[in-house]
């Protein structure tokens, strides 16, 4: 079936310049005392009063950040800029929680000089500015500041997936404790076949850690445990086993971290149902979009990165286009997706 949904491509995007660390000390705070962000009607974001000095002109993300691509049928808004700021302006206009579900796959804050195994060769790992480390603290103040905004931001029977690495999982879990969520489970998404150790030092790393979280311990959580089960034929346990994203969900370009879309539809199929709405606040290529997309999941996203903006964009186009997908959503023009 062809793609007849309203969909707009609301601006250029605009090419920056490698933006400037989102979490360096002073740039995580963009509401300042002079000005506010407020989410309008059709979902582009304004600012009431002086723009602040700490805002960025001419280089880096937009700011406040850009509404690029909505598709009203499907109800999928993705966004450019600083998800910080767009939790801010979301928070703004619904102080009781908006989103059933949030998946964030944050920086790991490992890119730093290491060296790791690419295709047989030795390579540094180096991934992106975003994903340098400024230190324990600073990190740790970063994670505090985005989870902040995104206990904000979920409905008060909402949770929360957060993926990582150990350079910065058990930074986000003890800010998970410090703000009062409820930890559900951490899960070990195992890889099948992951790089060899080169220095043949260290264990081959093989899993990363996702966390599932509730708002906080009065959340009564969705878990839709029949559709697990059926996966496995038995109660689902926490390790996954599941493979890389395979070649069809790079056709569009490869993110250095990009997540395979089963993982991401594992978790939006046990915490949500048709209709909810997903947030992704570090998109990066746009996987969640895309499984939120094959599942009837609405969906906001935002991303840095002007270029990983593009191949979302071009991901959930193709997603949206892919046939046998019946989709049933409907949304009002100008209607922030999951209002009424
Ligand atoms: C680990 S990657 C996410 C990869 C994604 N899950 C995928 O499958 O493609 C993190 C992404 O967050 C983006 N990012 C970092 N800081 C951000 C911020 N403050 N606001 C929005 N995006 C941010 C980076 O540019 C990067 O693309």
């Not at 979902?43 to 850009?66: D, F, L, R, V, Y």
């Not at 951490?186 to 030092?201: F, G, M, Q, T, V």
């Not at 993110?255 to 991401?264: D, E, F």
Request: net charge positive.
């Amino acid at each position: 079936m062809p793609n007849t949904a309203k969909r707009s491509q609301h601006r250029a995007l605009r090419q920056s310049q490698p933006p400037p660390p989102p979490h360096e000390k002073g740039q995580h705070t963009h509401t300042a005392a002079t000005s506010a962000l407020v989410l309008l009607e059709d979902g582009e974001i304004g600012t009431i009063g002086e723009a602040s000095a700490g805002e960025q002109i001419g280089s880096g993300p937009p700011s406040p950040p850009q509404l690029v691509d909505r598709d009203d049928a499907r109800s999928l808004w993705l966004y450019h800029g600083n998800c910080l700021e767009l939790l801010d302006a979301i928070a703004a206009k619904y102080p009781q929680g908006r989103f059933d579900c949030i998946f964030a796959d944050p920086p790991y804050f490992l890119s730093n000089g290491g060296i790791t195994c690419h295709a047989g060769r030795m390579v540094k790992v180096d991934k992106g500015d975003w994903d340098k480390s400024r230190g324990p603290e600073l990190n740790h103040e970063f994670n505090l500041e985005w989870l902040r905004r995104c206990q904000r931001a979920l409905k008060p029977n909402g949770t929360i997936w957060i993926s990582g690495t150990h350079h910065a999982i058990f930074s986000v879990g003890y800010a998970l404790q410090q703000l009062g969520y409820k930890i559900l489970n951490d899960i070990a998404w195992e890889k099948p076949n992951p790089p060899p150790n080169l220095s043949c030092r260290y264990f081959t790393h093989s899993t990363e850690t996702i966390l599932w979280a509730a708002r906080n311990e009065n959340s009564k959580h969705l878990f839709n445990y029949q559709a697990m089960k059926r996966v496995t034929g038995k109660q689902m346990k926490t390790v996954w086993n599941i493979g890389p994203p395979g070649n069809g969900e790079k056709c569009f370009g490869k993110h250095p971290t990009q997540k395979p879309v089963a993982l991401v539809e594992r978790c939006l199929l046990a915490s949500t149902n048709e209709g909810d709405l997903v947030l992704d606040p570090f998109l990066g290529g746009g996987t969640t979009a895309v499984a939120s997309v094959r599942l009837k999941r609405k969906c906001i996203g935002i991303e840095l990165d002007a270029k990983n903006v593009e191949m979302a964009v071009k991901r959930v186009e193709s997603a949206a286009n892919e046939p046998n997908e019946l989709f049933s959503l409907s949304g009002r023009k100008g209607e922030f997706p999951g209002e009424g």
